[in-house]
Nanobody
């Protein structure tokens, strides 16, 4: 199983930037997809970005495209979510999640980190 630990959340003003980090351990990530999933009260859980570890192929949700960027550091290994031009609607708990590539659902989850954006 993959163990995931997030860091980097916080409270910022609209227009600011934050970078979330997720440290992964436990297994080789070569056949995994890692994603950032956010959850806020009253809203559906949303996969905002994902990366297929072996090929560095990425996905970014339309709601954050052009503002958020997912990347990875193979050597550590870590996955990052750079969030720019933050909006109040980006306020949520952000989870780092992992799944075997090709699976529909994420099966491993970090503890989550709160991101709060004030207007």
């Amino acid at each position: 199983q993959v163990q995931l630990v997030e860091s980097g959340g916080g409270s910022v003003q609209a227009g600011d930037s934050l970078r979330l980090s997720c440290t992964a351990s436990g297994v080789s990530l070569d056949y995994y997809t890692l994603g950032w999933v956010r959850q806020s009260p009253g809203k559906e859980r949303e996969v905002v970005a994902a990366i297929y570890w072996a090929a560095s192929k990425t996905y970014t949700a339309d709601s954050v495209k052009g503002r958020f960027t997912i990347s990875r550091d193979i050597g550590r290994p870590k996955v990052y979510l750079q969030m720019n031009s933050l909006k109040p609607e980006d306020t949520a708990v952000y989870y780092c999640a992992a799944k075997p590539s090709g699976e529909a659902e994420y099966t491993q989850w970090g503890q989550g980190t709160q991101v709060t954006v004030s207007s």
